[in-house]
């Protein structure tokens, strides 16, 4: 079955910009989860979407945002972009919940580079 | 804050070689312990999802173990291979209000020399 497939792969931005960025889960699945990494962090957690609904949101400012429809395709959106923004955005789908006992699928990520 | 710690951050080893890492976690209110293993240019890849203390998973030449009371797990590579090269994550995931988020470590570098 296809996989968890995010796009666009990459992109370059200025400073002030926004950008959507998307992802399709794997079939079935209902849970999206998102993250975020840079040079030096590890995976940092964004927020997981359950069935149209944010379950959970990490430490980000409220720049960041997303949402989920009804086909379990989601999006995220950064707005007014900083350069500390430029980062891999990493989309995982599960069955479950993500942060359960449900392993997760990632994606290959956006690559967002902010100028 | 909570946080997830994983040692060493990276490790040089030769073909055939065993090799152990170590990650720990919050012990209070744990609710699954994930490993993921990370190939440069691909996407992370799901190794074991464990939940219960005192867990064993196995997956062909890897196997890892669980410790919630004292919050530590530990990944082994047995005979470890060229293509066992790759960043090895673990990811906690707790309860309560923090249900549905993955606290993950910085990971552990492994580098297979043939």
Known sequence: KAGVTQTPRYLIKTRGQQVTLSCSP???HRSVSWYQQTPGQGLQFLFE????TQRNKGNFPGRFSGRQFSN???EMNVSTLELGDS???LCASSLKSGGSSGELFFGEGSRLTVL | ILN?????QSLHVQEGDSTNFTCSFPSSNFYALHW???E???SPEALFVMTLNGDEKKKGQISATLNTKEGYSYLYIKGSQPEDSATYLCAWASGGTSYGKLTFG????????P
């Open chain 1, 26 to 28: 794997i079939s079935g």
């Open chain 1, 49 to 52: 979407y359950f069935s149209e």
């Open chain 1, 72 to 74: 379990s395709r989601s």
């Open chain 1, 87 to 89: 980062a891999l955005y």
């Open chain 2, 4 to 8: 997830v710690e994983q040692s060493p």
């Open chain 2, 36 to 38: 993921y293993r990370w």
């Open chain 2, 40 to 42: 440069t240019a691909k």
């Open chain 2, 106 to 113: 910085q990971g552990t570098i492994l580098t297979v020399h």
